[in-house]
């Protein structure tokens, strides 16, 4: 059964990076053709898609926030990491972590419960 666990602060400050990690158990992160995303729900809206690292550890991110955003992996532990810079209240929301085994990353399969993170001062 995979299992995904979201973690870091929920609270971040104006202008500061957020970061979080996700832990992976049940499957490892360089399984051919499983893309490994972030996915966001800010209050009262959808869900918005932040990227994905693959199993390859080739990234690709939302043109929205490509400039503020980078993915990576630590294969040693099994985790991958997002970081957002210069945050603003705007990206108040409940930060989910993601496995899709499509390639192309196109489906969302096993989801972490998510972790909420506010950004206020």
């Known amino acids: 059964q995979v299992q995904l666990q979201e973690s870091g602060p929920g609270l971040v400050k104006p202008s500061q990076t957020l970061s979080l990690t996700c832990t992976v158990s049940?499957?490892?992160?360089?399984?051919?053709?499983?893309?490994w995303s972030w996915i966001r729900q800010p209050p009262g809206k959808g869900l918005e898609w932040i990227g994905y690292?693959?199993?390859?550890?080739?990234?690709y991110y939302s043109p929205s926030l490509k400039s503020r955003t980078s993915i990576s992996r630590d294969t040693s532990k099994n985790q991958f990491t997002l970081q957002l810079t210069s945050v603003t209240p705007e990206d108040t929301a409940v930060y989910h972590c993601v496995l899709g085994r499509t390639p192309g990353g196109t489906t969302f399969d096993y989801w972490g419960q998510g972790t909420q993170v506010t950004v206020s001062s």
């Open positions: 049940g499957a490892s992160i360089t399984t051919k053709y499983y893309y």
């Open positions: 690292i693959r199993y390859d550890g080739n990234t």
